[in-house]
């Protein structure tokens, strides 16, 4: 063998990029600054440091600075899905929860009417001025009719469910609460405060921010401004008292190894000060919104709005551009689709494309289309149902969704469950018929007074029965997913109504593919102690 055909040996020159071993390598991640971490993920594509490597060579002020170089000045958007940040949104209404996790790539999770009593939550009150009174006692009136519709029919429905043997008492109190609460939660108002968490990547962040920064809600704004804040200055650490005490023991020890241990583990970590610094409201959507608006009271005028089912399945023959105009339309009205449709088709090309041009012309050169131009979706359900059923229906990430604005122009929904006592059963229908119209009524006061945003402000006062509309767009898959998972009989009886219409939707424009969805009849009356 020949001296340059020998390998590597200590004796012989050092290489400084020693040959990849033929292993993968595979480790989990723990610790790192978010935006840390993303810019080390980021140097994949520009270096052949391993992970290791690279987060022992960065610090904070490098990855500002490489992020701010090719986030901000090249546009290279994705270093920011690198990052991910867990936040806790807490004490926040439901219109204002509604708004926060209106996003396409969104993970977290919220408090469930249906396990928690919301009479102890308590509610935000919007700026009312002289109305605030009228505003608290509505509130007040619907939280004392949740209490009263809440024990109503648990007492209901434990004198029509003996508790079986097998079955620990604790545990039948629990399943029966939850039905019962799942009947009181279409009379808490969407002011009613709640909690939740949400692990989102740095870029989903930054629009979030900067889409609840332009929001009609000051108190949609002010979140906007908070979560901001959040995730600018130090990060609450969950390890900070443990640490606290083991730095101050090393110290009484080792005053100068206290002090490298303190700052090792009790250094404030900013989690994403720099994706975020720019976030701001966005021209475009606020602009957009308004003339899309304008162009919808324009093209349907006063004419009354039709009546529509409760899942109602489009037809995908009209032209992608007859699409694109209605679905910028929709959310800004209180129309079903077709009927926003039959107008559309009727206009001449040219003005159909006026309409389309309106939802792009105001777009910055970061902006992302509007949702609206996502279309071509070969499934598509115009779904009016209430709003507590419509937050459930909300998670579902793999659709477009399009959510037309709270009113009370579609009435609201009385909550029935086959097989479980009705409201009338339960001698509570009048109470609960009573406490939504004094809520509508209310409702239609605030609306008309005159007080600085007015119009957002009144809907707090808006119970959950409300009736709201929103367009789904989806594949065949999303389609049999949501009907299947929201059709069992563990679910609440509002989203199970919606899953077996669209499935029943779905079978009668495409009867031989009905046999792929397995699914369960909501109309059958369920075993009510079955979660």
């Known amino acids: 063998m020949s001296e340059s055909q020998k390998p590597s040996s200590p004796a012989n020159e050092p290489i400084d990029h020693p040959i990849p071993a033929s292993e993968t ?4 991640i723990h610790g790192a600054d978010p935006e840390v971490l993303a810019y080390a993920m980021a140097k994949y594509s520009r270096s052949s440091l391993t992970m290791k490597e690279s987060l022992a060579e960065i610090s904070s002020q490098r990855a500002e600075q490489f992020l701010n170089t090719f986030y901000f000045a090249y546009g290279h958007r994705s270093i920011a899905d690198l990052a991910h940040i867990p936040f806790a949104i807490e ?20 408090r469930s009417t249906r ?4 009479r102890r939550s308590g509610w935000f009150t919007p700026a009312l001025g002289s109305e605030t009174p009228k505003f608290t006692a509505a509130v007040e009136a619907l939280f004392s009719n949740y209490e009263k519709i809440s024990s109503g029919m648990l007492a209901a429905l434990k004198a029509a469910i003996p508790q079986p043997e097998s079955m620990k008492p604790e545990a039948y109190e629990r399943t029966l609460k939850a039905r019962a609460f799942d009947v009181a939660r279409y009379l808490l108002p969407l002011a009613t405060n709640t909690s939740l968490g ?9 629009t979030q921010v900067s889409r609840l920064l332009t929001s009609d809600f000051a108190e949609v704004r002010q979140l906007g401004e908070k979560l901001r804040t959040a995730a600018s200055e130090p990060a609450w650490n969950v390890q900070h008292a443990a640490a606290e005490v083991l730095c101050e023991e090393i110290a009484s020890l080792d005053a100068d190894c206290g002090e490298r241990v303190h700052e090792a583990f009790l250094r404030p970590v900013k989690t994403a000060p720099t994706l975020v ?20 009271a324009t093209l349907m005028g006063s004419q009354p709005i039709a009546a529509a089912p409760l899942v109602d399945l489009l037809d995908g023959d009209e032209p992608l551009e007859i699409e694109l105009a209605t679905s910028l339309l929709y959310p800004h009205c209180h129309y079903p ?5 039959h107008q559309v088709a009727a206009l001449s090309a040219n003005q159909r494309g006026e309409i389309t041009s ?10 992302e289309l509007l949702r609206s131009f996502s279309s071509g979706h070969s499934l598509r359900f115009d779904i009016l149902m209430d709003i507590g059923g419509f937050r459930d229906m909300h998670r579902h990430r793999r659709c477009v969704q399009l959510l037309q604005r709270y009113t009370d122009l579609h009435g609201y929904d009385e909550p029935i469950c086959p097989g479980q006592p009705t409201l009338a059963e339960a001698g509570l229908e009048a109470a609960y018929t009573a406490a ?33 509309r929103s367009l789904f767009k989806m594949d065949f898959a999303e389609a049999l997913y949501i009907s299947e998972l929201r059709s069992g009989v563990a679910g609440h009886f509002s989203y199970r109504r919606v899953a077996w219409e669209m499935y029943r939707e779905v079978a009668r424009k495409h009867p031989s593919l009905a046999q792929y969805f397995r699914i369960e009849d909501v109309h059958e009356p369920v075993d009510l102690l079955r979660r």
């Open 25 to 28: 390598d595979v480790y989990a």
């Open 115 to 118: 396990y928690q009593n919301f």
């Open 358 to 367: 309106l939802g792009a012309k105001h777009r910055g050169r970061h902006d």
């Open 337 to 341: 689709y077709r009927q926003v449709r």
């Open 198 to 206: 949400q692990i989102v990547n740095a870029r989903t962040l930054e």
């Open 91 to 110: 004490r926040l209404s439901l219109l204002a929860a509604i708004e926060l996790v209106d996003e396409q790539r969104w993970d977290g999770q919220e």
């Open 436 to 468: 939504l119209d004094s809520a509508y009524a209310t409702y239609r006061q605030l609306r008309d007074s005159g007080v600085q945003e007015a119009v957002q402000s009144a809907q707090y006062c808006l119970p959950l029965a409300t009736r709201c």
């Open 277 to 296: 610094k720019y976030a701001a409201p966005n021209d475009y959507q606020r602009q957009t919104r308004s003339e899309l608006a304008h162009a919808a």
